[in-house]
């Protein structure tokens, strides 16, 4: 059985950090790009950042370029997503995807807020 399961969101304030982790099981983990996405109320789901399976190779959107840090530990199966200086309009809910496979997990709700 494929799992997706993100853990880490929650409330902070603007110009702070949160480290939003995701564990999968029942498929090889390092075989597989993984993607973190967002979604913000009225929006479009977009993608944030992307990670080889190697870990060698990273992606960001530019939104999140020098604030953001994707991360993968392939014997954890855990891909992580490290926000720093974090924007209101970082606010959203942010899911973990197997883009090859398109699984996805249930998603975390990150807010930022004073």
């Known amino acids: 059985q494929v799992q997706l399961v993100e853990s880490g969101g929650g409330l902070v304030q603007p110009g702070g950090s949160l480290r939003l982790s995701c564990v999968v099981s029942g498929f090889t983990f390092s075989n597989y790009a993984m993607s973190w996405y967002r979604q913000a109320p009225g929006k479009e789901r977009e993608l944030v950042a992307r990670i080889t399976g190697t870990g060698g190779v990273t992606t960001y959107a530019d939104s999140v370029k020098g604030r953001f840090t994707i991360s993968r530990d392939n014997v954890k199966s855990t891909v992580y997503l490290q926000m720093n200086s974090l924007k209101p309009e970082d606010t959203a809910v942010y899911y973990c995807?197997?883009?090859?496979?398109?699984?996805w997990g249930q998603g975390t709700q990150v807010t930022v807020s004073s």
């Open positions: 995807r197997c883009s090859a496979k398109n699984y």
